[in-house]
Structures are given as C-alpha cells and as structure tokens.
C-alpha cells in the first residue's frame, strides 16, 4: 500500500518521482542487493544499474561517502556510527561492506524522495508499481480500497450462502 499512497496528489514527494513511477512498467521494478547487501524492492533506473555494475572498491567508496553523509544528516557521531554498526553486524552474517552500506540506502532514498534527484538516488517500490497509472487524492483512493473490501465482502458472503 506504499506505493499506492505515494503516488496520490497529495503526495509530497516531487512530481519527477511521481512522473517516473506512472512511466515504470512492471519489468521495471526489480530486487537487488546492490544498495546495502540486503534485497530491496525498487524501480530500475540507470543509477540501479551503476550500483549493481559497480566493482567493490567503487562501491566501497560510495559506502564511506554515503556514511559521512549520513552522519552530517543524522547529527551521528562516527564512535555511535561503529557502536551501531557492531549492533546490527552482531549474531548477523553481515559483512562489514554490508554494515557501511547500510548507511547508503536512507542517502539514496533522500536523493531521489525527498530532493527528486531520480538520477542519484534509488526509488523503493512495491510490485503494484508498473500497474498505477493515475493519482487520486487519498481521500479517494480509500474510498475506492473501502469499494472494493465491501465488493470482494458481499462476494465472500455469496459463496457462502451457496454452499
């Protein structure tokens, strides 16, 4: 349902975000690890495709630009960075590439949510993605999810009674 209320007119995510998400197909959401390690559900984009055709080192670097980054945005000193990083590496089979990646994915979807460089960042999606083609008010997007629960309902309820 993410996805579903992003895309609504009253969104506030930028308009190019918006107008990349009703131009995806469904080919065009895709599972990759390349962001932090862990799969993530998002719209293929030409900087998708560099993050997962990035060799380690290149990777690794953008991993420590997106950590110092993060810790500008979060106000994070680098000792609770590690502390952190120990925390969530701890009882995982993470690697500490992994670990230092983690801190890219708030930074690349500030890129492209928030700041609408859909160029420079990564847009998390759900399957539904390449089928919305429009953008309802969320007022009349859970009039229409309200619809459709009472149709599918008073559908149940007939089979029921039929048996």
Sequence with gaps: MGTRFLLTSDSTVPDAVKAAYLA???KDVTVTTAVDGLPHRMLRTPFVGSLETAGRTR??????RGAAGFRKLSGLT???MIRDGLAMK????LTWSQV?????????LRSS???GRTDLGVMASGQVA??????PSCAELVERIMAEAERTLK??????AAR
Excluded: Y
């Design 78 to 80: 680098w000792s609770r």
């Design 155 to 160: 559908g149940l309820e007939r089979l029921r």
């Design 130 to 135: 390449g089928v919305i083609d429009d953008l």
């Design 100 to 108: 230092l990646l983690a801190a890219n994915t708030p930074m690349l």
């Design 90 to 93: 701890h009882g995982k089979e």
């Design 113 to 115: 949510m928030v700041d």
């Design 59 to 64: 990777a690794l670097v953008r991993a420590v």
């Design 24 to 26: 995806a197909t469904v």
